[in-house]
């Protein structure tokens, strides 16, 4: 069977997808009953179990393994022609050269270096290179390709200290502990071997890249990595087999510009953001794109300046746009679509529809949230519901509000059955004249938000995000607040 479709770069070509085809047939003939096989994505490495739909989903987003054309993991037997009885090779491992994998970490942290290569060999004007940050990859470069001590050939100086710094984080080591070993090791090799004495000064050779390399090992360097992302992918196969397609996030927040001098002014500004990108530029100033510029206190009547920014993402999705392929140098249909909107808890009520105020504040818990009035504001409890079922602390009542928990966690809400009750609430049209009581059917919900417009919002596993930089501030804050008696 002819696989070089394996090579191809080209992960939309009906070549490599007729041969991901070939590969799943292949996996359900030989694994007959089977729910989950081994992935043999870029990835995976053949070491990760996924659901056979799944594997055929990685192998469209990351590609197959180079090196796996003979598909033994998946029980392809390899034959000797000059033996006369077959030898099953069903537990051999794919070889993975840890040194490889270092420098495709070192390509992923700088990826100028491999661009600006392949640039050479065109008449374009190569990217600029920040000074300092070349140095930087330099120095890397230096130590991937430095053998750890004369002669050895299966670490270098970089791959080892990747290696020390996985294991250190993966069971918790201190730095204490950690430096023993490492002068342990160091004692124990070659007295000219190269490894560093000490944590601190691993750090120096590396601290780019064992971070980088510990979350690769933990598919979480991207929201790619996600479950939100992957559940997209399952749900819009045509979208998600190519990756030119754009995938977006939205996001705004309110602030005054005038300080002091203008106690009511209220700017918003509503941004998108590509996550087409490597992870260290999708949130760069210079590829987020203002769509929408409000200069007034929105509360729930931001639909009404989302209308054109909805209807245009509207036309993205449904007919989408032809666009020129400099790689290829050929038109393709490009579409787009927003994965998620990112914004702090007050701004996570107007775009979601849900009030984050009162009793039924949080979007998750909504009417099965436990909360109650004390020390003159609204208190909410009974984190401990979240816990495993066996987890010891929820048999504990004296430490917290003197019942022991046996509820189990609220349920998640689908976006099909948030779209269903939205449909049957009637609401005050938008404008800040308009005031209404909410009645009790509508819980917590002051609006259907536009978003429900766009034909694949219902279906996103994750709609809303809360900023990073809020949570960790407000969470300190209270904490420090609390301990110190504020």
């Given at each position: 069977m002819d696989r070089r479709w394996i090579q191809n770069l080209n992960r939309c070509a009906d070549e490599y997808l007729d041969g991901i085809e070939d590969f799943i047939e292949f996996a359900r003939r030989h694994n007959l009953g089977a729910t989950r096989i081994r992935c043999p994505c870029r990835r995976c490495n053949n070491t990760l179990w996924e659901t056979i739909e799944n594997v055929g989903f990685h192998l469209v987003r990351n590609g197959m393994i180079e090196t796996y054309s003979i598909w033994n993991l998946h029980g392809e037997q390899l034959e000797h022609a000059s033996s006369s009885n077959a030898t099953r090779v069903d537990n051999v491992q794919p070889i993975v050269d840890a040194n490889d994998q270092v420098m495709d970490i070192i390509q992923d942290v700088f990826p100028f270096a491999s661009?600006?290569?392949?640039?050479?060999?065109?008449?374009?004007?190569?990217?600029?290179?920040?000074?300092?940050e070349f140095e930087q990859y330099e120095k890397l470069l230096k130590n991937a390709n430095q053998e750890l001590y004369p002669g050895c050939e299966s670490f270098s100086v970089l791959t080892a200290i990747v290696e020390l710094m996985h294991g250190k984080i993966k069971y918790r080591m201190s730095n204490l502990c950690f430096d023993y070993f490492l002068g342990v090791f160091k004692r124990m090799l070659p007295t000219d071997n190269c490894l560093p004495k000490d944590h601190k000064q691993a750090q120096k050779v590396a601290s780019i890249v064992y971070v980088d390399a510990y979350c690769h090992r933990h598919e979480i360097r991207h929201p790619a990595d996600g479950e939100g992302w992957k559940k997209f992918d399952r749900t819009f196969l045509e979208f998600a087999a190519d990756p030119r397609n754009v995938r977006l996030g939205l996001t705004t927040d309110g602030f005054n510009p005038y300080g002091v001098l203008n106690q009511h002014h209220s700017t918003w500004p509503i941004f998108v953001f590509p996550y087409n990108l490597p992870p260290w530029k999708c949130m760069k100033k210079e590829y987020m794109m203002m769509t929408v510029l409000i200069t007034e206190d929105l509360g729930r009547s931001i639909d009404v300046y989302l209308r054109l920014l909805v209807d245009e993402l509207k036309d993205l999705w449904t007919n989408s746009v032809r666009m020129y392929d400099k790689s290829t140098r050929k038109m393709f249909t490009l579409r787009a679509a927003v994965m998620w909107t990112v914004t702090d808890f007050p701004a996570y009520a107007m775009v979601s529809g849900w009030s984050t105020k009162g009793y039924m504040a949080c979007p998750v818990c909504k009417e099965d949230v436990t909360s109650g009035w004390h020390a003159g504001k609204v208190c909410y409890l009974g984190h401990w519901r979240w816990l495993p079922w066996d987890h010891e602390w929820r048999e504990k009542d004296k430490e917290f509000d003197g019942n022991t928990?046996?509820?189990?966690?609220?349920?998640?809400?689908?976006?099909?059955?948030?779209?269903?009750?939205?449909?049957?609430?009637?609401?005050?049209?938008?404008?800040?004249?308009?005031?209404?009581?909410?009645?009790?059917?509508?819980?917590?919900?002051?609006?259907?938000?536009?978003?429900?417009?766009?034909?694949?919002?219902?279906?996103?596993?994750?709609?809303?995000?809360?900023?990073?930089?809020?949570?960790?501030?407000?969470?300190?804050?209270?904490?420090?607040?609390?301990?110190?008696?504020?």
């Amino acid at each position: 069977m002819d696989r070089r479709w394996i090579q191809n770069l080209n992960r939309c070509a009906d070549e490599y997808l007729d041969g991901i085809e070939d590969f799943i047939e292949f996996a359900r003939r030989h694994n007959l009953g089977a729910t989950r096989i081994r992935c043999p994505c870029r990835r995976c490495n053949n070491t990760l179990w996924e659901t056979i739909e799944n594997v055929g989903f990685h192998l469209v987003r990351n590609g197959m393994i180079e090196t796996y054309s003979i598909w033994n993991l998946h029980g392809e037997q390899l034959e000797h022609a000059s033996s006369s009885n077959a030898t099953r090779v069903d537990n051999v491992q794919p070889i993975v050269d840890a040194n490889d994998q270092v420098m495709d970490i070192i390509q992923d942290v700088f990826p100028f270096a491999s661009t600006n290569m392949n640039q050479e060999e065109q008449d374009d004007v190569p990217t600029p290179i920040d000074s300092a940050e070349f140095e930087q990859y330099e120095k890397l470069l230096k130590n991937a390709n430095q053998e750890l001590y004369p002669g050895c050939e299966s670490f270098s100086v970089l791959t080892a200290i990747v290696e020390l710094m996985h294991g250190k984080i993966k069971y918790r080591m201190s730095n204490l502990c950690f430096d023993y070993f490492l002068g342990v090791f160091k004692r124990m090799l070659p007295t000219d071997n190269c490894l560093p004495k000490d944590h601190k000064q691993a750090q120096k050779v590396a601290s780019i890249v064992y971070v980088d390399a510990y979350c690769h090992r933990h598919e979480i360097r991207h929201p790619a990595d996600g479950e939100g992302w992957k559940k997209f992918d399952r749900t819009f196969l045509e979208f998600a087999a190519d990756p030119r397609n754009v995938r977006l996030g939205l996001t705004t927040d309110g602030f005054n510009p005038y300080g002091v001098l203008n106690q009511h002014h209220s700017t918003w500004p509503i941004f998108v953001f590509p996550y087409n990108l490597p992870p260290w530029k999708c949130m760069k100033k210079e590829y987020m794109m203002m769509t929408v510029l409000i200069t007034e206190d929105l509360g729930r009547s931001i639909d009404v300046y989302l209308r054109l920014l909805v209807d245009e993402l509207k036309d993205l999705w449904t007919n989408s746009v032809r666009m020129y392929d400099k790689s290829t140098r050929k038109m393709f249909t490009l579409r787009a679509a927003v994965m998620w909107t990112v914004t702090d808890f007050p701004a996570y009520a107007m775009v979601s529809g849900w009030s984050t105020k009162g009793y039924m504040a949080c979007p998750v818990c909504k009417e099965d949230v436990t909360s109650g009035w004390h020390a003159g504001k609204v208190c909410y409890l009974g984190h401990w519901r979240w816990l495993p079922w066996d987890h010891e602390w929820r048999e504990k009542d004296k430490e917290f509000d003197g019942n022991t928990e046996r509820r189990p966690r609220p349920r998640e809400w689908s976006g099909d059955e948030i779209l269903d009750q939205l449909n049957r609430l009637d609401f005050a049209p938008f404008g800040k004249i308009v005031s209404r009581i909410r009645p009790s059917t509508h819980m917590n919900w002051t609006h259907k938000p536009m978003f429900f417009e766009l034909p694949y919002w219902s279906k996103l596993k994750l709609r809303h995000n809360l900023d990073v930089m809020h949570v960790e501030k407000n969470v300190f804050d209270t904490l420090v607040g609390t301990i110190l008696d504020i």
